[in-house]
């Protein structure tokens, strides 16, 4: 099965509970219980997102997080890459030189077009986009073309 770490999927949890006020400053405890989260969960995944530049942290008494930029501004693919790193369904597909029969692989090409539209697909994403209602099932389409190498009209 292919999925995103805990700690990926808590990441976007946090994302959203902070962009859902977006004119407030978030202590770390608020954040926690609001996503019922463990504090030092939050805390470990605060200080990666700030490192990333996703969020601003501030000091003191009225201290706390907020997004640096809009929610609209954020996407996935950047709270996904702060916790993983490069995007890429094989390490191929993400560097070169990774692989030593990477000269003679035959599907490498392919695996480099998956990394490709999942990449794109994460970044048309944005953290606004995921404190919306989730669409229903019939609106949910995906273009698979890309994958086989066909463009739509």
């Known amino acids: 099965m292919l999925r995103v770490s805990r700690l990926t999927d808590y990441a976007t949890v946090v994302m959203t509970c902070i962009a859902a006020h977006p004119d407030d400053?978030?202590?770390?405890?608020?954040?926690?219980?609001?996503?019922r989260l463990e504090l030092p969960t939050v805390s470990k995944l605060l200080k990666s997102l700030g490192h990333a530049g996703l969020v601003e942290s501030f000091r003191g008494v009225n201290g706390?997080?907020?997004?640096?930029?809009?929610?609209?501004?954020?996407?996935?693919?950047?709270?996904?890459?702060?916790?993983?790193?490069?995007?890429?369904?094989?390490?191929?597909?993400?560097?070169?030189?990774?692989?030593?029969?990477?000269?003679?692989?035959?599907?490498?090409?392919?695996?480099?077009?998956?990394?490709?539209?999942?990449?794109?697909?994460?970044?048309?994403?944005?953290?606004?986009d995921m404190l919306r209602p989730p669409p229903r099932r019939s609106e949910v389409t995906i273009d698979i073309s890309t994958l086989k190498g066909r463009t739509t009209a």
Do not use: F, K
């Open 25 to 35: 400053v978030l202590s770390t405890a608020q954040i926690a219980d609001e996503t």
């Open 64 to 128: 706390g997080y907020r997004l640096a930029r809009s929610a609209q501004a954020i996407t996935l693919a950047e709270i996904v890459e702060a916790m993983e790193g490069p995007i890429g369904m094989t390490e191929c597909g993400v560097t070169e030189g990774q692989c030593e029969r990477e000269a003679q692989c035959g599907v490498r090409g392919s695996w480099q077009r998956i990394n490709s539209v999942l990449d794109h697909a994460l970044r048309a994403v944005s953290l606004a």
